[in-house]
C-alpha cells in the first residue's frame, strides 16, 4: 500500500494497481488572452513516488506549464487550447484549483509566498486548516514538519516577514506538506537564495521522497542541482518539450552539460548561437 505523506491512505483512496502514473502531461498548448503562445507541445509522466524535473531557460514555459498542472492559468487569462493534463487519472481542466489541493495537488509557488504578518507557525497551521485537519492532526504534523526543517521550530514564533528567504522558502513548502499532499509542485525553489541553503531544501526534498513515497514535480533553472536530486528529468525549450529521459543519465551528456549546465568539455562557456539539432525531439 503506497504511503501518504503523514500516513496511509484508506482502501477507497487507493489507485488502481497498474497506474502507477499519477500526472500525465500529453501535448499541451497554451495561450495567454488568446493571443499569446505560451506553450505548444508540452508532454512528460510523472510516476508514483518519483521527482520528476521540469528544466529549461528563462521564458521556456516552466511556470506556464506548473500553473497548468494546477490550473491556475484562467486566474491569469491563459487558457490551455490543446492536449490534456491529468492528475490521478482525472482531468484537471474540469477541476477547481482548491478541489485539486484536496485531492493533494498541492503547488509551491515562486517567490518565497508567506503570510509576513503571522508567525511561521501560524503560516504552517493555515496549511492544515486548508485542508480541515483536526487540531491533534495538526499538532502532529507541525512535529514532523519542524523535524524535516529544524530552523522553522527556531523560527516558530517570528513573524515570516522577519525571516531570510531561505527560511521562508522553508515555510512555504512546510505550509504546503501540512496539506498532506500526494503530489507537490514547486516552481524555483532556488531563486535567490545561496548555495547552501538550496542544497539543503533539496536534501530534504529527497529525504521526503524517499521516506514517505511524496511525487515531487519541480521547475528548475538550476539545472546542476534539479538533475542531481531527481529521478528523471524534461527539458523545456520555447514551450516544447525537446528531451526527457533519466537525470543520471542527462547529467552524463555532453549536450546538457554544455547548453542546460553552462558547462564544456574544453571548461569554456560554450557559444549561445551553437545548439544541437538533435534536442529539438523528445528522446
Not at 57 to 68: C, D, R, V
Not at 113 to 130: D, M, P, Q, R, Y
Request: charged share 20%; glycine share 10%.
Amino acid at each position: 500500500m503506497a504511503p501518504d505523506l503523514f500516513g496511509f491512505r484508506t482502501a477507497k483512496e487507493q489507485p488502481m494497481p497498474n497506474d502507477d502514473v499519477i500526472l500525465a502531461v500529453d501535448t499541451v498548448h497554451a495561450t495567454y488572452n488568446h493571443a499569446i503562445t505560451a506553450l505548444h507541445g508540452v508532454s512528460f509522466e510523472l510516476r508514483r513516488g518519483q521527482i520528476l524535473a521540469l528544466l529549461g531557460a528563462n521564458g521556456a514555459g516552466k511556470t506556464t506549464t506548473l500553473k497548468a498542472v494546477s490550473n491556475l492559468l484562467p486566474a491569469e487569462r491563459g487558457q490551455v487550447n490543446a492536449g490534456t493534463i491529468r492528475y490521478e487519472g482525472s482531468d484537471v481542466s474540469r477541476r477547481k484549483p482548491g478541489d485539486l489541493v484536496r485531492a493533494g495537488l498541492v503547488q509551491v509557488l515562486e517567490g518565497r509566498h508567506c503570510f509576513k504578518s503571522l508567525t511561521v507557525e501560524e503560516n504552517l497551521v493555515a496549511g492544515g486548516i486548508g485542508r480541515s485537519g483536526r487540531r491533534a492532526e495538526i499538532n502532529e504534523d507541525l512535529e514532523r514538519i519542524y523535524g524535516y526543517f529544524p530552523r522553522l521550530r527556531e523560527k516558530r514564533r517570528t513573524l515570516s516577514g522577519l525571516t531570510s528567504g531561505g527560511e521562508q522558502q522553508m515555510t512555504a513548502i512546510g505550509r504546503a506538506l501540512m496539506s498532506r499532499p500526494r503530489l507537490l509542485v514547486l516552481d524555483e525553489p532556488s531563486m535567490g537564495l545561496a548555495p547552501l541553503i538550496v542544497q539543503d531544501i533539496f536534501q530534504t526534498l529527497r529525504k521526503l521522497n524517499r521516506e514517505t513515497g511524496l511525487s515531487i514535480l519541480v521547475a528548475e533553472q538550476n539545472s546542476a542541482v534539479a538533475l542531481r536530486y531527481a529521478d528523471h528529468a524534461t527539458v523545456l525549450e520555447n514551450g516544447v518539450s525537446v528531451l526527457t529521459g533519466a537525470a543520471a543519465e542527462l547529467r552524463q551528456r555532453e549536450d546538457i552539460r554544455a547548453f542546460y549546465l553552462g558547462q564544456s568539455t574544453a571548461g569554456q562557456q560554450p557559444s549561445p548561437a551553437v545548439k544541437p539539432a538533435h534536442l529539438h525531439a523528445v528522446a
